[in-house]
């Protein structure tokens, strides 16, 4: 018995893993939703949301960035990634479906209603799709890596950074 339940135990890891993995090794496109983190300590893990799978998803329905990023008019940075879209559109917001976090509970429903009516949606239209449980997002172990290096802000290299641009100036 004992056996039979690691193996089960393996099986369904196995599942939710390779649910999450589209290749073998570190991937580039891993973006951790911890947003609730600003309110206050996580009641469930992070959740690892892979944006290219996502967004290769939506492009089979005549999506486009526009499907979870809201247009913001005075919005000052745009992602390269973002270009083609905001000149469709406008500039459009990092946030998830939000311009900005209202507080702890509209950030999670705005996460919650979006991502699991999505999930279902596609399912109803017979895609294979992502989980509609908690447990299917918020993994301890979800059994991939990102290949991105952790960094932090310098203000020595943002020194040299803008000292550098103010010779460009110059010239």
Not at 17 to 30: E, M, T
Not at 102 to 113: E, F, L, P, Q, T
Not at 163 to 169: E, L
Request: net charge neutral; with cysteine.
């Amino acid at each position: 018995m004992l056996v039979l339940a690691v193996a089960v135990s393996i099986s369904i890891y196995g599942i939710a893993a390779s649910n999450l993995s589209d290749s073998d090794g570190p991937r580039s496109d891993i973006i951790i939703i911890d947003t609730l983190k600003t309110f206050g300590s996580l009641e469930k893990p992070d959740v690892l949301f892979l944006h290219d799978r996502h967004t290769r998803s939506l492009e089979k329905y005549n999506k486009d960035c526009t499907a979870c990023h809201m247009s913001e008019e005075n919005f000052d940075v745009i992602p390269e990634t973002l270009k083609t879209a905001a000149r469709r559109v406008g500039r459009l917001s990092p946030k998830f479906k939000r311009l900005k976090d209202a507080g702890r509970k509209d950030v999670m429903n705005v996460y919650h209603d979006n991502c699991i009516d999505c999930h279902k949606e596609m399912r109803g239209d017979g895609e294979q799709t992502g989980p509609v449980i908690c447990a299917g997002c918020h993994m301890e172990s979800p059994g991939i890596e990102s290949d991105r290096t952790p960094m932090e802000m310098n203000k020595s290299l943002h020194y040299r950074h803008v000292k550098s641009q103010d010779k460009k100036c110059e010239q």
